[in-house]
């Protein structure tokens, strides 16, 4: 028994050492996991993101932005994204000392559905239909306000110098084609290759179709790089894209059915499962758009016979469907 002892004390010794390793291992990832994350205090703040957008913008401007651009945040409403970039960037050791440019820009007009984001927040009830709350704006980004520029106005008329690299651009304002030719026309031109990211926060939006059409019609010009949670496509833009494709407006009529059919197929293959439905959703809300209500009606009977379970979006569109009288 006794010779054994030695070969207990080692078989000890290496259980002792690997539970330290691990213990030292997980202590790495739990550090890791909390640098990354928006501190406490933000989890409250108001906004239409969600917790992973705000942690990866976070992230993005502490540890990948490199200064070399200008960060934009379009239709920045009350600045859930303005604010963890601005404290992402006083974390970003390659900054130090330099002044980055955080642009905000907004109609800072209220409008009434933005009220279901305010419920039960000390701002409910504060605005109606067509008041200016850049004041909340404001109140909210105060702790960083001294990196931010805010441009109070009509993105289907702001304009950006071309010649200022934009090297994160969000945008939460392709509400329109209106919209999406404007952004396309006066901020993509700033966007460099290999250097700039675009974060479309309403990649998975029901309403939105025409994002996946010129992302689709742009794909040799933009690499996909990751989905974040709930909702948001980041691209790394690869390749200038022609002035000339730039300044042309789009609309529905620029795209035959197999090119938009394409377009959908391709943004479909890059999110996951749980996103899929609201490609899906906003697939047939561009025939909706185009009140074409029959072809509309078809494709939302394909999409239920190939079994694709039934969310919000669909509902969404579904209800769209129900309501609407020839
Ligand atoms: C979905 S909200 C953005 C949410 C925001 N990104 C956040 O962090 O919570 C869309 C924003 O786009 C703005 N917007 C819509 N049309 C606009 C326009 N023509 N010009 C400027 N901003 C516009 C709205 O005022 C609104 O604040």
């Not at 651009?69 to 009350?78: E, F, K, Q, R």
Request: charged residues 25%; glycine residues 6%.
């Amino acid at each position: 028994m006794l010779h054994l002892f030695p070969l207990f004390s080692i078989v000890g010794l290496i259980l002792v050492v690997l539970g330290i390793a691990l213990g030292a291992r997980r202590r790495r990832r739990k550090r890791k996991a909390a640098a990354g994350r928006i501190p406490s205090e933000f989890e409250e703040l108001v906004g239409m993101t969600s917790r992973q957008e705000r942690d990866f913008v976070r992230h993005y401007a502490a540890h990948d932005f490199t200064g070399e651009g200008a960060i934009v945040d379009l239709g920045c409403w009350m600045g859930s994204f303005t604010l963890p970039l601005a404290f992402g960037l006083r974390k970003n050791p390659r900054l130090s000392g330099r002044k980055i440019g955080l642009h905000a820009y907004d109609l800072f007009r209220w409008q009434d559905w933005m009220n279901q984001s305010l419920a039960k927040t000390r701002w409910a009830g504060r605005y109606k239909e067509g008041d200016d709350f850049r004041d909340a704006f404001v109140e909210q980004v105060a702790p960083v306000a001294d990196l931010v520029t805010i441009h109070a106005g009509d993105l289907n008329k702001e304009t950006w110098d071309h010649t200022e690299p934009i090297e994160y651009l969000v945008i939460d304002a392709m509400k329109s084609w209106e919209l999406t030719n404007s952004v396309v026309r006066n901020f993509f031109p700033a966007l460099r290759p290999r250097l700039s990211l675009v974060h479309h926060q309403d990649f998975v939006h029901y309403y939105t179709p025409w994002i996946h059409l010129i992302m689709h019609r742009f794909r040799n010009y933009f690499e996909p790089l990751t989905y974040v949670p709930e909702g948001s496509f980041i691209f790394t833009y690869r390749e200038a894209i022609p002035r000339a494709l730039l300044e042309k407006p789009y609309g529905f009529d620029d795209f035959s059915a197999e090119e938009a059919a394409d377009a959908f197929e391709y943004s479909l293959t890059l999110v996951p499962a749980e996103a899929r439905e609201n490609v899906y959703a906003a697939r047939i809300m561009m025939h909706i758009h185009r009140q074409d209500w029959t072809a509309a009606r078809a494709d939302l009977e394909r999409v239920q016979a190939a079994g694709i379970p039934q969310g919000r979006e669909l509902t969404l569109v579904s209800g769209l469907l129900d309501n609407h009288k020839e």
